[in-house]
Antibody
Framework: QVQLQESGPGLVKPTQTLSLTCVVS??????????WTWIRQPAGKGLEWIGR???????NYNPSLKSRVSMSVDTSKSQFSLRLSSVTAADTAVYYC??????????????WGQGALVTVSS | DIQMTQSPSTLSASVGDRITITCRAS??????LAWYQQKPGKAPILLLY???TLQSGVPSRFSGNGSGTEFNLTISSLQPDDFATYYC?????????FGQGTTVEIK
């Protein structure tokens, strides 16, 4: 089954860019039946969908973050990435990568990474 | 964005209890509704999708119903492993949105 693992700096300074990578194993990121997704969760709070990307690089972003977020896919390394620019303390959260299956239930997240805590602080 | 509101925010219950969590959407989401369970320090786990379809491997004591704007998650007989936070999530439209969560705690 699909396994996902996030990686990246745990501390980012305000105004800088947060960068995270999610490595996909146990399946191929080239799979045409998957959307690769980022979700975040501030400490003690709920879940926020950041956006998703396909293996061909087509992306959808949450309008609340759209001006600051970008996602990319590197199929040769079986990984996809998140970049969030101009970060503030409000971007401090656990960031999860997840998979959503294509088809009728394309908005369901059936496989998740363990999460990566990113703290925005000077 | 479609707002998802769960009630109650916290639920105190005992092992063996039958409990129900409600999720309301600000606009209709048809039956494009999922439920997740999350334990502290862990990623959420998908329990149900399409309002009432049990994800593979999830115990049958979990069930869901509803359509349109009102949905329920029921645990028929609460087990020690079920004390956790539960989230509903709509996938009828973008952006995908989650409820604020319901924490099921030991009474």
């Amino acid at each position: 089954q699909v396994q996902l693992q996030e990686s990246g700096p745990g501390l980012v300074k305000p105004t800088q860019t947060l960068s995270l990578t999610c490595v996909v194993s146990g399946g191929t990121i080239l799979s045409s039946n998957s959307y690769w997704t980022w979700i975040r969760q501030p400490a003690g709070k709920g879940l926020e969908w950041i956006g998703r990307i396909t293996s061909s690089g087509s992306a959808n972003y949450n309008p609340s973050l759209k001006s600051r977020v970008s996602m990319s896919v590197d199929t040769s390394k079986s990984q996809f990435s998140l970049r969030l620019s101009s970060v503030t303390a409000a971007d401090t959260a656990v960031y999860y990568c997840a998979r959503a299956p294509r088809g009728g239930n394309s908005g369901v997240f059936d496989f998740w990474g363990q999460g990566a805590l990113v703290t925005v602080s000077s | 964005d479609i707002q998802m509101t769960q009630s109650p925010s916290t639920l105190s219950a005992s092992v063996g209890d039958r409990i129900t969590i409600t999720c309301r959407a600000s606009l209709t989401v048809s039956d494009w509704l999922a439920w997740y369970q999350q334990k502290p320090g862990k990623a959420p786990i998908l329990l149900l999708y399409k309002a009432s379809t049990l994800q593979s491997g999830v115990p049958s004591r979990f069930s869901g119903n509803g359509s349109g704007t009102e949905f329920n998650l029921t645990i028929s007989s609460l087990q020690p492993d079920d004390f956790a936070t539960y989230y509903c999530q709509q996938y009828n439209s973008y952006p995908r949105t989650f409820g604020q969560g319901t924490t099921v705690e030991i009474k």
